[in-house]
């Protein structure tokens, strides 16, 4: 079974500052199906990539995700209030899909 | 546009039973995989289980193998998940959401019920 960690568990930023979230899994995982997402309090996930580095529909482009193998990042460029959340990497394989534990991106 | 809507949580003593549904409007119900994920309180994503779009293929995550099973009703755009023999431990907010098998990601996500197992 392939695990994802990610790291850090929280981070404190300030808004426009730039946050980086890693993913790293316990094998090599296919890009392909890489994706991450973003949870507010109270709020379903939403997807924001997808392919380890596509945005999904309508993801500002401040969200940025890239890597390969079994290290992947999400990046947000400059940070707004709203995108103070938890964000959690995903991986599909095999007729089954994996989070990761999230990380959540607090306000300093 | 897409909607995805939850129903059946609720409070249910250890060893019970309890049948959550999933009403999807806004697209091509039977064209699409779907799939269930939980979150217990304060805790991440867990997937659960995903069904084809006709019902033949479906798989589940080990934790509830064995204990629950998903079905859907593709005439009454419907996703089920059956849950037995509940613990404690299957306290969590449970969502349906879109598979798109392209991706391998959930492009749509329902708002999520609440199940309870306590005595």
């Known amino acids: 079974e392939i695990v994802l960690t990610q790291s850090p568990g929280t981070m404190s930023l300030s808004p426009g500052e730039r946050a980086t979230l890693s993913c790293r899994a316990s094998q090599i995982v296919s890009s392909s199906y890489l994706a991450w997402y973003q949870q507010k309090p109270g709020q379903a996930p939403r997807l924001l990539i997808y392919g380890a580095s596509s945005r999904a529909t309508g993801i500002p482009d401040r969200f940025s995700g890239s890597g390969s193998g079994t290290d992947f990042t999400l990046t947000i460029s400059r940070l707004e209030p709203e995108d103070f959340a938890v964000y959690y990497c995903?991986?599909?394989?095999?007729?089954?899909?994996?989070f990761g534990q999230g990380t959540k991106v607090e306000i300093k | 546009q897409v909607q995805l809507m939850e129903s059946g949580g609720g409070l249910v003593k250890p060893g019970g039973s309890l049948r959550l549904s999933c009403a999807a409007s806004g697209f091509p119900f039977s064209d699409y995989y779907m799939t269930w994920v939980r979150q217990a309180p304060g805790k991440g994503l867990e997937w659960l289980s995903y069904?084809?779009?006709?019902?033949?293929?479906?798989n589940y995550a080990d934790s509830v193998k064995g204990r629950f099973t998903i079905s859907r009703d593709n005439a009454k755009n419907s996703l089920y998940l059956q849950m037995n023999s509940l613990r404690a431990e299957d306290t969590a907010v449970y969502y349906c959401?879109?598979?798109?098998?392209?991706?391998?990601?959930?492009?749509?996500w329902g708002q999520g019920t609440l199940v309870t197992v306590s005595s």
């Open positions: 069904i084809s779009t006709t019902g033949d293929y479906t």
């Open positions: 995903q991986r599909y394989g095999t007729s089954s899909w994996t």
């Open positions: 959401a879109r598979a798109h098998m392209v991706q391998g990601t959930f492009d749509y």
